[in-house]
């Protein structure tokens, strides 16, 4: 995971990978038969990862909740979390794969919550708080920006969460 999100997928070999698991580059091919196959491995366990974080999402009923974890969800990437944050968007990037299946669930939850909030579009309201957090996420992960939670403090300004 490390190696992918730091290098990027195309510049990683599997040599390089076997080296730093500290086994020899056949065990790699043995499990998983090719390089493509271990980051599919690795992209599923980011895949569980992600459902966790989600279903903790969940669990707030009440929209004006839902929409605050959701929206906290870029601004709390912990430093463990950064080599598998980092890997899933350089996957985004490198390769056209969004995952959207995965992000539907936080769709359905954004939808429902600016629906019971009477927002007259749900639809573009979710769509535009996920390329919010998309960006949010992207930028903290690049680039580390300076007071993040002051950018928290003013989008929940801004939906009086």
Do not use: C
Not at 25 to 32: A, C, I, K, N, Y
Not at 71 to 89: A, C, M, S, T, V
Not at 127 to 152: S, V, W
């Amino acid at each position: 995971m490390q190696l992918f999100a730091e290098d990027g997928y195309n510049a990683v070999s599997t040599s390089k990978v076997a080296r730093m698991a500290g086994v020899s580059e056949g065990l790699v091919f043995r499990h998983f038969k090719s390089k493509e196959g271990l980051l599919n491995a690795v992209m599923e366990m980011g895949k569980k990862r992600i459902i966790a974080l989600f279903a903790k999402v969940s669990e707030k009923d009440e929209p004006k909740a839902v929409l605050r974890r959701i929206i906290e969800i870029p601004f709390n990437i912990g430093q463990d979390e950064y080599h598998f944050w980092r890997l899933i968007y350089m996957v985004k990037w490198q390769t056209n794969d969004y995952i959207d299946s995965l992000f539907e669930p936080i769709n359905e939850m954004l939808i429902k919550a600016f629906r019971e909030l009477d927002y007259s579009d749900p639809q573009s309201e979710a769509e535009a708080i996920k390329m919010m957090i998309d960006g949010i996420a992207t930028n903290l992960l690049l680039r580390r920006t300076e007071n993040p939670q002051n950018l928290l403090k003013s989008i929940f300004e801004k939906y009086d969460l």
